[in-house]
T-cell receptor, first 109, second 112 residues
Framework: GQNIDQPTEMTATEGAIVQINCTYQ??????LFWYQQHAGEAPTFLSY????GLEEKGRFSSFLSRSKGYSYLLLKELQMKDSASYLC??????????FGRGTSLIVHP | DAGVTQSPTHLIKTRGQQVTLRCSPK?????VSWYQQALGQGPQFIFQ???????QRGNFPDRFSGHQFPNYSSELNVNALLLGDSALYLC???????????FGQGTRLTVV
């Protein structure tokens, strides 16, 4: 089976940088996704990592270490609209994606 | 491009009834997955369809079944509804072999 752990809630200030961590245990590994989900809306794709290292996309970056079973999502220059739930999802050997419970990020002025 | 569309957006059913939810994938996408998302939880994978066949299945009972049509649209059927089936049901589509899945807005099912 798979186990994914991420913090339940984080708060940060507008303009700051925040790092959301995700640790996982899985049988086999075929990639890790980060999704953003605003309340009452569908999840939207942010990033996909399958190899170790940092992937940068604008204000968002995602890092993966397969040996440590660890990933993080880095959000820079935070804006109020970044307040949302951030979902970490791992695709294991069975190719079935498993989502974490999500991290609720609250950005305040 | 309309993206992934789901219907209905909201639904209220009585315990023991049956429900059918519908999903039209994004144009060019042939692989459709269904997820159940309880309040405050991440989405849980139900199953995935490709070429009109169920290809992968998560840990859900046989009360949950599905279908994919030749135009790639899909249905999720749930029989003998339980109160615990109340959740947001999400459909996601992608091209076969693609990594980025696009989600629909979901169907909010309430079982009373």
């Amino acid at each position: 089976g798979q186990n994914i752990d991420q913090p339940t809630e984080m708060t940060a200030t507008e303009g700051a940088i925040v790092q959301i961590n995700c640790t996982y245990q899985t049988s086999g590994f075929n990639g890790l996704f980060w999704y953003q989900q605003h309340a009452g809306e569908a999840p939207t794709f942010l990033s996909y990592n399958v190899l170790d290292g940092l992937e940068e996309k604008g204000r968002f970056s995602s890092f993966l270490s397969r040996s440590k079973g660890y990933s993080y999502l880095l959000l820079k220059e935070l804006q109020m609209k970044d307040s949302a739930s951030y979902l970490c999802a791992v695709v294991g050997g069975s190719y079935i994606p498993t989502f974490g419970r999500g991290t609720s990020l609250i950005v305040h002025p | 491009d309309a993206g992934v569309t789901q219907s209905p957006t909201h639904l209220i059913k009585t315990r023991g009834q049956q429900v059918t939810l519908r999903c039209s994938p994004k144009s060019g996408h042939d692989t459709v997955s269904w997820y159940q998302q309880a309040l405050g939880q991440g989405p849980q994978f139900i199953f995935q369809y490709y070429e009109e066949e169920e290809r992968q299945r998560g840990n859900f009972p046989d009360r949950f079944s599905g279908h994919q049509f030749p135009n790639y649209s899909s249905e999720l059927n749930v029989n003998a509804l339980l109160l615990g089936d109340s959740a947001l049901y999400l459909c996601a589509s992608r091209p076969y072999g693609g990594t980025e899945a696009f989600f629909g807005q979901g169907t909010r099912l309430t079982v009373v």
